[in-house]
């Protein structure tokens, strides 16, 4: 797309209200564009409605007016979970209108050097780490995108002298046409949201357009475990600073001696002290600090450590500013979350895993018995990739929403006798307030009651947030 400033006077059509629809469309109207505003939800469910008609910009709820798109509309800018298909979307297309997502606007608009953080798990917690590693090393970022922030409106505020860390989604770059960060990373790729992309190959290519516009100034931070990100690496233009837990790197940020994928490791190295090594391909090499001195649980967590690490010597902090950060860093809300201890079982809030591999990670994390509650949004998946979990990992299960009963099949298939259903019908909270119960009921003293649903949280909850907020709410009312 052109830049922001050129639509003066040309019609930009908003599809989609939420935080990042409302931005957009302030932005474009500032600089002077006949911006129009559409959602289908009524207009009672579009508090944000009157905010922009205050402003002068027209909205339309209820409904997609046929006329909404035509031959003068010079841009249509819709929110990252509208489908293609949608008849406005579709219309634009056929007119050979461009279609974006707001953070293609902001990549046009930012002053600031972009860091795009992406990947199936791991996102928020490693953008939220590069940020915590940014400000210690002396430099000024700025976090927005998926983690909350619309990435336009802080591209917008962003100068030369800033960093401007976004999160970006599949949904988010799949509307992106010039997208350029300084650095692009990519943690981890696994099959998740084909409801929307349809196939495994269009979620990978959504993703790999991080990369697309990048050059060789650039930098592309890749996961040398991952054996998709190994593929997409010799079609990249972008010098590469890889990570990895299992692989001595000559240029990257890894672990030494290496953590083994699998199986038994020698005996030396299981006697060694590990420590989180960046190496700058020259011969150079910097011990961060030992891994086991990270204070997030896990080998997800150490590999999202390493990935934030790269990201930000990628982008000029120095490597010896790192190691307080990587030290301290107590992650983020909803994540793996620490919530209390009562009785001797502690609660853990993991609502942001909305899928299966987000799940395994986390049961995988914590060296005692859990019981989990799952469930959620139904994608069509028949979650047996989590049967070897159930047979090997659990104490007990607890399951609600839309994929209750296919989780409890699951369970039934492990031979895991302490299942138990939350079925408090439509009530959100009667529903995770009677899950929480009945876990804490199959629970003992040294075990863990862990949220980690596996799946999206539209079909009860507004949000991932709401979900865990009251999880949390129902542990401390215990």
């Not at 031979?415 to 629970?443: F, N, Y």
């Amino acid at each position: 797309m052109e830049h922001p400033s050129s639509y003066r006077g040309r019609k930009v059509v908003v599809l989609g209200l939420a935080r990042s629809g409302v931005a957009v469309a302030k932005l474009f109207h500032r600089l002077g564009a006949d911006v129009v505003v559409n959602d289908r939800k009524p207009r009672k469910d579009s508090p944000e409605a009157g905010e922009l008609e205050a402003l002068g910009i027209p909205v339309i709820c209820g409904s997609h007016p046929q006329e909404l798109v035509g031959s003068t509309t010079a841009l249509l800018v819709k929110n990252p979970g509208i489908p293609y298909s949608a008849p406005p979307v579709a219309a634009a297309l056929e007119l050979g209108v461009e279609v974006v997502t707001e953070v293609e606007v902001a990549g046009r608009l930012s002053a600031a050097p972009i860091i795009g953080i992406t990947g199936s798990n791991g996102k928020t917690t490693t953008t939220t780490w590069i940020g915590e590693m940014l400000s210690a090393a002396g430099l000024s970022p700025i976090i927005a995108g998926n983690i909350g922030r619309p990435l336009c409106e802080a591209a917008e505020e962003a100068t030369a002298d800033d960093v401007l860390v976004a999160e970006l989604s599949s949904f988010q770059l799949k509307g992106t046409t010039s997208l350029r960060p300084r650095v692009a990373l990519l943690l981890n790729l696994a099959e998740t949201h084909l409801d929307y992309h349809g196939s495994m190959d269009d979620y990978v290519a959504s993703k790999a357009k991080l990369f697309a516009h990048q050059t060789d100034e650039d930098v592309a931070v890749l996961n040398a475990d991952d054996p998709v990100c190994a593929e997409l690496a010799p079609r990249l233009r972008a010098r590469l600073l890889p990570f990895s837990l299992t692989k001595r790197l000559e240029t990257g940020v890894c672990v030494e001696p290496p953590v083994p994928a699998g199986g038994q490791e020698d005996e030396a190295a299981a006697g060694a002290e590990r420590w989180i090594v960046y190496r700058d391909g020259s011969g150079a090499e910097l011990r961060l600090l030992p891994a086991a001195e990270l204070a997030l649980p896990g080998r997800h967590n150490l590999a999202n450590g390493l990935a934030a690490a790269a990201a930000s010597i990628a982008i000029g902090a120095e490597p010896q500013a790192l190691a307080q950060p990587l030290r301290r860093f107590g992650g983020v809300e909803h994540r793996l979350e620490f919530v209390r201890e009562a009785g001797g079982v502690r609660y853990y809030n993991d609502s942001k895993a909305t899928n299966p591999t987000a799940t395994t990670t986390a049961v995988s994390s914590l060296d005692r018995p859990i019981v989990l509650i799952a469930g959620g949004l139904d994608r069509g998946s028949d979650y047996m990739e989590l049967l070897p979990l159930f047979r090997s990992r659990l104490k007990g299960l607890v399951v609600l929403g839309q994929t209750r009963g296919k989780l409890a099949r699951v369970a039934e298939l492990a031979g895991m006798p302490a299942s138990r259903v939350a079925d408090a019908g439509e009530d959100a909270e009667s529903s995770i307030a009677q899950a929480v119960r009945l876990a804490a009921s199959l629970a003992e003293p040294g075990d863990a009651v862990l949220l980690s649903p596996a799946c999206a949280s539209w079909d009860m909850f507004p949000s991932y947030e709401v979900r865990g907020d009251m999880f949390k709410d129902s542990a401390h009312t215990l």
